[in-house]
């Protein structure tokens, strides 16, 4: 039997013929090596015999000594993950949940901004904007109408470059929007909706499929809508997924 120290040194200990017992083993690593809590390591149980092969497995004392836990893994941690591959079928269910929260509170905060909140603080949240007019109307891709609105305040028809900046707001491209008269309800019907196509420091673009005949010379109220398309094309891909994955034969539960 053979011992090593950090400075090079080996002292060799000669077999005797017998096993060595616990105890001596214990001496010489106190002895030769300054290990005072050696019979620790050897307080669990023996190992049992009926292993694969005939091999006696690890002591739980061994494991303990070498960092590693069959269990926990190295520096006795708990592992990250199982081996049981993850079911689609869940993960699909669950996203959709989620998904479909996220639709209800963007729906919510929608309704809310147009049909309880007051007109100021609509504006003061981001989800509306007052007191706007119509500064060019022109055509776009595909059929479509561009409407420029610009704020009221100020206006004197020289078009969005002499339009005062816009107050702060949440709308973005590809916004669902609606129009409608400043003065009076948000719960009727809106003068024509559409989708924010472009957005300025002095304007904001809509993009509708058809320009409404009248209710454009008044001034004009942007509202934000929910956006029901976002939420739907998440959903139709998460269904693909599931059939993508029932096709393949992937894991299912």
Same mark, same amino acid.
């Given at each position: ?12 200990? @000669? ?110 949240? &981001? ?8 500064? @060019? ?19 004197? &028809?020289? &078009? ?27 719960? &009727? ?20 499929? @058809? ?5 454009? @010379? ?36």
């Amino acid at each position: 039997m053979r011992f090593g120290k950090a400075e090079g040194e080996e002292i060799v200990v @000669e077999p005797t013929g017998a096993p060595m017992t616990d105890n001596e083993l214990c001496d010489l690593l106190s002895t030769h090596l300054s290990i005072e809590d050696a019979p620790s390591f050897f307080s669990a149980p023996p190992p049992s015999s009926g292993n694969r092969g005939g091999q006696a497995s690890t002591s739980a004392a061994g494991q303990e000594v070498a960092g590693y836990s069959r269990k926990a893994g190295r520096g006795g941690k708990a592992a990250a993950g199982s081996d049981k591959a993850p079911n689609i079928d869940d993960f699909v269910a669950q996203q959709l949940q989620l998904v479909e929260m996220e639709r209800k509170a963007e729906v919510d905060a929608a309704t809310e901004a147009c049909t309880v909140c007051s007109p100021e603080t609509a504006q003061a949240r &981001g989800r509306a904007l007052l007191n706007l007019r119509v500064a @060019e109307l022109e055509g776009g891709l595909m059929g479509r109408t561009l409407i420029t609105l610009v704020l009221n305040k100020g206006y004197a &028809g020289g &078009g969005a470059g002499a339009a005062a900046d816009l107050p702060p707001h949440k709308f973005g491209g590809h916004d669902v929007v609606a129009l409608r008269p400043t003065k009076g309800t948000a719960e &009727g019907p809106p003068i024509c909706s559409g989708v924010i196509y472009r957005v300025k420091d002095t304007a904001i673009v809509v993009a509708v499929d @058809e320009a409404p005949e009248e209710g454009l @010379e008044q001034p004009l109220r942007l509202d934000k809508l929910a956006n029901e398309v976002t939420y739907n094309r998440l959903k139709a891909t998460l269904g693909s997924l599931g059939k993508t994955a029932a096709g393949r034969g992937g894991p299912r539960g």
